[in-house]
């Protein structure tokens, strides 16, 4: 697992963040540069490296990110869909339809509503008229 591959790493402050693996210097530890959060809201992400013992993961494996051929995260309304299925792609996908408005997301029968908590037009609307 290298050449620049797309996965998550655990996190003790954001439970998972993105990561590309840079090397592996044995079997049970790898070093990845972690993206991490925007601390203010200019967009801009920094990058850190870190050493990750694969001993603290399922299977001494990295959850795999879902990307397609040019390097994109793959977004689904049905998380079935997902190449990889693991706790760290149901949150990303999640995060991904909310910042897009998207608040329903599927998971096979299942449907997961996200509260946007954003007032709609017809909310205000709706105020109004019952106050006037």
């Given at each position: 697992m290298s050449?620049?591959?797309?996965v998550y790493v655990k996190d003790e402050?954001?439970?998972w963040l993105p990561a590309k693996v840079l090397s592996s210097e044995d079997a049970t530890t790898v070093t990845?540069?972690?993206?991490?959060?925007?601390?203010?809201?200019?967009?801009r992400h920094s990058k850190e490296e870190r050493k990750i013992d694969l001993k603290d993961?399922?299977?001494?494996?990295?959850?795999?990110?879902?990307?397609?051929e040019s390097g994109n995260i793959i977004v689904v309304p049905d998380m079935c869909d997902l190449p990889?299925?693991?706790e760290a792609a149901i949150l990303y996908n999640l995060?991904?339809?909310?910042?897009?408005?998207?608040?329903?997301?599927?998971?096979?029968?299942i449907v997961i509503a996200m509260n946007p908590f954003e007032?709609?037009?017809f909310a205000?609307?709706?105020m109004m008229v019952s106050i006037a």
């Open positions: 050449g620049q591959t797309g402050q954001y439970g990845v540069e972690v993206t991490m959060p925007c601390k203010h809201y200019d967009g993961y399922d299977d001494g494996t990295l959850p795999m990110q879902n990307v397609d990889s299925l693991h995060k991904s339809r909310h910042e897009s408005s998207s608040p329903y997301t599927r998971v096979g029968d007032v709609s037009s205000v609307l709706w």
